[in-house]
């Protein structure tokens, strides 16, 4: 299975959509969406809280605020689309 992620010093990128969402709505800094053959990738600010973010993600024990998630996951697929020029 690929890696949907990388993690530099100062960068941590995702492919994951949904992943990215609760990145955004926990208030990670996001830096650039960047075009990886027609599919979005959210780089992210580098930070102490992706990790856990991360953990609880995959667990299935994150608890957040379904509206701003979903606020967050909208706002983040209409930037991919407008980065990767995919607009539908």
Request: net charge positive; glycine share 6%; hydrophobic share 40%.
């Amino acid at each position: 299975m690929k890696q949907s992620y990388r993690q530099t010093t100062d960068e941590f990128s995702t492919r994951d959509l949904y992943l990215a969402s609760v990145f955004k709505q926990a208030g990670v800094p996001i830096i650039r969406i960047e075009d990886s053959n027609g599919r979005g990738v959210f780089v992210f600010r580098a930070c102490k809280e992706i990790e856990a973010l991360t953990r609880d993600y995959f667990n299935g024990a994150l608890r957040v605020d379904p509206q701003g998630l979903f606020g967050a996951w909208k706002s983040l697929k209409s930037a991919a689309f407008s980065a990767i020029r995919d607009v539908r």
